[in-house]
């Protein structure tokens, strides 16, 4: 399983030697997303805890129930991994490059510009 894992998922790699801290990025259409899992003492996924970076919670938003299920269903870390991904692609393919979330830098810029011009205007 850890083999697959770390074959299909180079970024994203174990933390300790009990492998039950995952750190690290998935790739999905050429763009890396920032992700942790944390596995129970036991390994069991249906307890697993996932943290994301903003950009995929964003595009996981509405599919959130899914994949709680698939977390209870899939048989090992690399399977879910692999579900994960293909929801994922899925919500990058109904979303647009337009209707995407602006960076981080779009925001300093906005901000910036704001103090230029003045808070009062």
Not at 29 to 57: G, M, N
Not at 79 to 90: D, H, M, R, Y
Not at 104 to 116: D, F, G, H
């Amino acid at each position: 399983m850890e083999s697959l894992l770390i074959r299909d998922n180079p970024l994203l790699l174990p933390l300790n030697k009990e492998k039950t801290v995952y750190d690290g990025f998935i790739t999905v259409q050429e763009r890396d997303f920032r992700i942790r899992i944390l596995l129970p003492s036991d390994l069991q996924l249906k307890r697993a805890r996932l943290h994301c970076c903003w950009q995929l919670k964003h595009l996981l938003r509405e599919y959130e129930h899914i994949l709680k299920q698939r977390l209870q269903q899939s048989a090992d870390l690399a399977s879910f991994i692999l579900e994960l991904k293909t929801v994922l692609e899925v919500a990058l393919n109904r979303c647009p490059e337009g209707c995407s979330v602006p960076p981080p830098r779009y925001y300093s810029q906005l901000i910036s510009e704001m103090e230029t011009l003045g808070w009062d205007k």
